[in-house]
């Protein structure tokens, strides 16, 4: 990713390099052309500067969007700088555990894609500006030599001797509008094409960044169940009233605004809804609702013997927490709630700690997809 960018950036700098090599080894042909109309000529090239470091001003404010991105899906998302470009997509995934849908992910690609497109018209209409000025100095200049000529005949005495002496002091201003013509044509046609150019690399940019922020945030998404989609699945299995949907919401939502990744929502005992949220440190909550004592404890049970046949030298850490509407707690890995709002304190209390590096991320990922095939198997509906 960053090679792509550092190539736009040397292809930048070596057009530019190279088009100051060509106006000093021609500069005092520059200069002549420069001159011949000073105000408007000045105001092109000034333009043509101002647009050239309009554009390297861009690709250099891409630099850290290249590095925020990056470090984010390594797992280092606190590298301590929130993005311009890229800031609806750092708000979103704030603290890396929000949950994004298919939709929300589509309204984010597109409000960054706004942001693109703003930065692109500022260099889009440095370059009409300078055809602009083109086509300004050109009608300029043709009205300077239109007049030049008007004047010219209008006070020409053919039966003057001298007549071919006040012709040829008469053209020097028909003359200098000509050259008022073609120079500002030529400086803001070329200007538009030099920054036009740097605009085009620009762009280039800013498409690699998008590009490899969609495929990023596509696996991010992937990686991570839609609450209504797994919704509808459950009801396909067995009905589930709105009142408990509600609270299969709520702890969803607990869980993920406290730093855990949903691994799925499953059926404890084939008809009580559930969320599964993963850790880091090998830690895995089940929060469900209106779940009797005996259930859980044979559900808990059923998953530690899974993990012990399967694991060797790993503890997972396994909690269910049920909204059940009393206080009353089996022991430290059954826990029972009043509401939603004391789990949600509880949970606060136990916020997850994501990994810090890529290598511990990698680790994570692994025992999350272990986890995932874990579950399928224990909570497939033959079971």
């Known amino acids: 990713m960053m090679k792509k960018f550092h190539r736009n950036l040397n292809i930048m700098s070596i057009f530019t390099a190279l088009l100051l090599v060509g106006i000093l080894l021609f500069w005092h042909t520059f200069m002549n052309i420069a001159i011949s109309?000073?105000?408007?000529?000045?105001?092109?090239?000034?333009?043509?500067?101002?647009?050239?470091?309009?554009?390297?001003?861009?690709i250099f404010n891409l630099l850290p969007e290249y590095k925020w991105l990056h470090a984010y899906f390594d797992g280092r998302a606190d590298s301590g700088f929130i993005p311009k470009l890229l800031?609806?997509?750092?708000?979103?995934?704030?603290?890396?555990?929000?949950?994004?849908?298919?939709?929300?992910?589509?309204?984010?690609?597109?409000?960054?894609?706004?942001?693109?497109?703003?930065?692109?018209?500022?260099?889009?209409?440095?370059?009409n500006t300078l055809i602009f000025l083109g086509l300004l100095g050109t009608f300029w200049g043709l009205i300077l030599t239109v007049g030049g000529f008007a004047d010219l005949l209008m006070h020409l005495d053919f039966d003057d001797s001298a007549v071919l002496n006040n012709m040829q002091m008469g053209m020097a201003k028909p003359l200098a509008g000509m050259a008022t013509a073609f120079t500002s044509s030529l400086l803001g046609l070329a200007g538009s094409l030099v920054v036009g150019f740097l605009?085009?690399?620009l762009q280039f940019a800013q498409n690699t960044i998008f590009q490899d922020l969609t495929d990023l945030m596509s696996k991010y998404v992937l990686k991570r169940p839609d609450m209504g989609e797994k919704a509808m699945e459950l009801s396909e299995k067995a009905p589930v009233t709105e009142g408990?949907?509600?609270?299969?919401?709520?702890?969803?939502?607990?869980?993920?605004?406290?730093?855990?990744?949903?691994?799925?929502?499953?059926?404890?005992?084939?008809?009580?809804?559930?969320?599964?949220?993963?850790?880091?440190?090998?830690?895995?909550?089940?929060?469900?609702?209106?779940?009797?004592?005996?259930?859980?404890?044979?559900?808990?049970?059923?998953?530690?013997?899974?993990?012990?046949?399967?694991?060797?030298?790993?503890?997972?850490?396994?909690?269910?927490?049920?909204?059940?509407?009393?206080?009353?707690?089996?022991?430290?890995n059954i826990m029972h709630f009043v509401s939603a709002g004391t789990m949600r304190k509880y949970m606060e209390q136990h916020k997850n700690v994501r990994p810090q590096t890529k290598q511990d991320w990698e680790t994570f990922d692994a025992y999350a997809e272990y986890i995932r095939i874990a579950i399928e198997y224990l909570f497939k509906p033959n079971k």
């Open 244 to 332: 408990i949907y509600e609270k299969i919401s709520n702890i969803y939502d607990i869980f993920t605004n406290n730093g855990y990744e949903i691994c799925d929502l499953i059926r404890i005992d084939g008809k009580h809804p559930a969320v599964v949220a993963l850790g880091n440190n090998e830690t895995l909550f089940i929060g469900t609702t209106g779940v009797d004592n005996e259930t859980l404890k044979n559900t808990l049970k059923r998953i530690e013997l899974c993990f012990a046949d399967t694991l060797e030298g790993i503890k997972i850490n396994t909690k269910i927490l049920c909204i059940s509407g009393n206080k009353e707690t089996v022991d430290d």
């Open 199 to 201: 605009g085009l690399q």
């Open 37 to 58: 109309n000073i105000l408007l000529n000045g105001i092109i090239i000034g333009t043509t500067i101002f647009g050239i470091g309009l554009c390297f001003v861009n």
């Open 87 to 127: 800031r609806p997509i750092a708000l979103a995934l704030h603290n890396r555990h929000v949950h994004i849908t298919t939709t929300n992910l589509t309204e984010l690609l597109d409000l960054v894609s706004i942001r693109i497109e703003d930065e692109r018209d500022s260099v889009r209409y440095v370059t």
